[in-house]
């Protein structure tokens, strides 16, 4: 992108000229903020130019000062910004809660000592980078491929005081940036990010950014002294707050008052929603996305709350992304139970408002949600086939992010009618169905946590002083190994099947208890094949439906010893009580 829009804070600026000192940059389109505290400028970089400093100089009547602009070398794009596709499975980390690997920057030196306190589920923990770079060899050996870290943008170190139950709280989750250019300091620095995302690659694993482009948090300098007055949709005293009226974002009927609420409106008093309709607020933003990308090294980015922002911006965002790093995707988090909602917001098709987002990837919330519910018995089997032909509505299905769950929602074994062998089944099928699958960090062992903190304990073995460690095999309960070993074993399935990742999805027998289904690509054909009841089942498959002839052969590859013959054009299998089946047609 070039020229880039600087954005230089200071004061006194009104009438200010900009110049480029050196020859390979030049400066022009000053513009200035009403209290001369801002000034904007577009510099163009000569193709010529090599990496250093080029300052600026800034001058009034009433003085001149000199802005620092570097130009960087450019990370290797061959080992980087490699972006995320179905042959991948995401862990997600949040990182104050999964391992403090530096308890120095537990209390940075202007936070309270009360914002650094375990026992409080609100406040810093002291989960680090440091902490992830010294457990990524225990994520290879898990066998994901990708890890999605939570904001890593400096937020504030204070502590919220109210008479709410939400207080004493902090910032921990990194939600509410206070800049967005800068690396949170109870995490770590921009050294220390670099580091955990080479050492990542150099373990083939990828790193997903968790940006927010939406709002940035009430504690930003912009709130009392914005860059330009319609920098915020309104202000910290006059602003419309987000009723999350969701539906009126897809309707074509939808009034107009109802639709502005929603995406101009805060997300809550706490976080000042960004103006991207002001050009200058959409150039800093997708500025400050390419600038991650390249500054980092980054594989992918995880946008918070993306249907909240405009379908325009999305778009805008995904095409500049796409155009500087081809490989680049970016998976928008919208929370909707509603199929045609997350469809909606997906690239690769125009909306009935012409426009087409570009998104690579949504999160697939509406199975999510049916597969928790059959798994802890409250819905049939088939309600996991009755959800997925609404695949319809996608222009390619494969490209949705599924996931076990999130730091949002309850962990599965803390559902009304969770039971072990339930998340097993939530586990392997989400691992098996089309998609790239995203799995929280914690399932694998099992965890227990209600609503929002609750789904956020800490990962046991990552804090000094821990107790019980179950970053090893031998440390963990037989429980919590019985489900580390499962969601091990169905990930190393799935990387060892072309036609689990790449495969198109064929349905060949549901009912209340049992789910069967078909991965094919030219490679091979698998089949799934899942039982909740606490029966074995025997089902009939009808096999010439996926090319099986008279004679043909299924061998179980997992979870059972029953294969199959197929004989007048079916094949019946016999699955296991509260298992999942892996089998190879042959
Ligand atoms: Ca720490
Ligand atoms: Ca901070
Ligand atoms: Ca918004």
Known sequence: MNPVRLLIRGKNLNGARVKATRPQTVASGVRVNRNGTYLFISVRISPAAKPGEYPLVVETTQGRATVPFRLNTALDASQNFKGITTDDVIYLIMTDRFSDGDPANNSPAEAPAEAFNRRNPRAYHGGDLRGVINHLQYLKELGVTAIWLTPWYDNWNGINKCDKPWCPSTYYHGYHAIDYYGVEDHFGDMKTLRE???????????????????????????????????????????????????????SPHANQE?????????????????????????????QNSLWWVGTTGIDGIRQDTIQYLPRFFIRDLSNAVHAQYPRMWMVGEVFERDAAQTAFFIGGHRGWDGIDTKLDSDFDFSLWNVSLDVFTNKKPMRALRDQIKYDALYPDPSKVTTLTNNHDTRRFMSIEGATLEGAMLHTAFMLMVRGTPQLYSGEE???????????????????????????SASQRTADQQRMWQWTHDWIKLRQEHSAIRQGKLVDLFYDDDVYVFARQNHAETVMVAINRSAMEKRVAIPAAAIGMVTGAKLLPLYGSRNGGTVAKSETVVIVPAKMAVLYRIE
């Open 196 to 250: 955990l995302i080479e050492k990542a690659h150099a373990l083939g694993l990828k790193v997903i950014q968790d940006q927010v482009a939406n709002h940035v948090g009430s504690r930003h300098p912009w709130v009392s002294d914005p860059p330009l007055d319609n920098w915020f949709h309104g202000t910290a005293q006059n602003h419309l707050l987000d009723k999350f009226q969701n539906s009126v974002l897809l």
């Open 258 to 286: 109802e639709v502005r609420n929603t995406l101009d409106g805060w997300f809550s008093d706490d976080m000042p929603d960004m103006n991207q309709e002001e050009p200058e607020v959409a150039r800093y933003e997708i």
């Open 445 to 471: 062992i099992a965890m227990e946590g209600k609503d929002d903190p609750d789904n956020r304990r800490d990962f046991p073995g990552g804090f000094p002083a821990d107790k019980h460690n179950a970053f």
